[in-house]
């Protein structure tokens, strides 16, 4: 059964040419002109991911992002004709799983979708359980406890917080990361990784503005600390 994709786009032109070239590439999907009506048929269940423009009437695509994590796991794949970065890394905070600036091209629109839909539905890589003190993450379950107390974070980030604590301890750039995460390279502008990782830091670090556990190693990348490789004091 293909995964269903629901479309929130008030452009009936461009939602209907997306509707097509998604439909002709194996997926089933459905239109809602509006943030109001897209998230009353993703109460009905059954929606795998949501391909969502940020400019809409009524309420608008970063609002509906915010409702729609409240309820949902379901991936989202934001559509701008917004310029301002700001926007991107706003939607990203409230959760969404990926971005694509107007104009884009269909084929592109297409790898992306499927992108997030491969890290939504993945398998169990392995069957351990990495655990860092109170942190406890369960790749199979696609889980994240910290006292024993489970958090909620996007399927995107939940994979990126799994490849940083399979390489504990390494110091990974943001390109490594990114490779890991997505499985392919493409472009992505130079904050996604940090807003991400700002969000994961969030649910799991005492105090996320002085973490221990994801260190930042200034012009390089990121660390996911090992117990002795944890700072004894902060500054």
Excluded: W
Aim: with cysteine; aromatic share 4%; charged share 30%.
């Amino acid at each position: 059964m293909s995964d269903l994709i629901l479309l929130i786009e008030d452009d009936r032109r461009l939602a209907g040419m997306v509707l097509d070239f998604l439909t002709q590439n194996g997926f089933a999907v459905e239109h809602m002109p509006t943030g109001e009506e897209g998230l009353a048929r993703l109460a009905r269940g059954g929606v795998s991911a949501i391909v969502l423009d940020l400019m809409l009437p009524g309420i608008d695509g970063l609002e509906v992002c915010r409702r729609v994590r409240v309820t949902s796991d379901a991936a989202i794949l934001m559509l701008t004709a917004r310029g301002d970065e700001t926007d991107r890394v706003v939607g990203l905070e409230l959760g969404a799983d990926d971005y694509l600036p107007k104009p884009f091209s269909p084929r592109e629109l297409v790898a992306r979708l499927r992108a997030v839909l491969r890290r939504r539905n993945a398998g169990p890589h392995q069957q351990e359980l990495l655990c860092f003190g109170p942190l406890e993450i369960d790749p199979a379950a696609r889980q994240l406890r910290v006292n024993g107390a489970e958090q909620s974070l996007t399927s995107y980030q939940f994979d990126l917080l799994v490849a940083l604590a399979r390489h504990a301890g390494r110091v990974l750039s943001r390109d490594q990361i990114m490779d890991m995460v997505k499985g392919e390279p493409f472009e992505a502008f130079d904050r996604s990784i940090d807003v991400h990782i700002s969000r994961i830091r969030a649910a799991i670090e005492k105090d996320p503005r002085r973490p221990r556990q994801i260190l930042t190693i200034r012009g390089v990348g990121y660390l996911f600390a090992r117990h002795h490789d944890r700072p004894d004091k902060i500054e």
